[in-house]
């Protein structure tokens, strides 16, 4: 079994920037493609971006690519989600989740599943 817990979550000012976290206990964390996820209220979830298991490959949602950057720091089982220029669409709960081998430009097919943390932008 993996374990995901995301971190970093919180109220920004519209404009602003927040970086999460998500701690993975996998024995092998490099064996996982990541990926970051959100869902607002009354949407369905959808598909932030990933990062290869080595973290030579990223794959961004059209809308967000310039604002969002994912990173991996293998070495600390720890994969990052850097937000910036956030705005009230931007609000949302945000999950990590990980899958064995890839493909990092596949948003289906995750296996594991943090338990998500809220972000908040205000107008």
């Known amino acids: 079994q993996v374990q995901l817990v995301e971190s970093g979550g919180g109220l920004v000012q519209a404009g602003g920037s927040l970086r999460l976290s998500c701690a993975v206990s996998a024995r092998t964390f490099s064996d996982y493609t990541m990926g970051w996820f959100r869902q607002a209220p009354g949407k369905e979830r959808e598909f932030v971006g990933s990062i290869s298991r080595l973290g030579t490959s990223r794959y961004y949602a059209a809308l967000l690519k310039g604002r969002f950057i994912i990173s991996r720091d293998n070495a600390r089982n720890t994969v990052y989600l850097q937000m910036n220029s956030l705005n009230s669409e931007d609000t949302a709960v945000y999950y990590c989740?990980?899958?064995?081998?890839?493909?990092?430009?596949?948003?289906?097919?995750?296996?594991?599943w943090g338990q998500g943390t809220q972000v908040t932008v205000s107008s």
């Open positions: 989740a990980a899958r064995s081998g890839g493909s990092v430009d596949n948003p289906d097919g995750y296996d594991y």
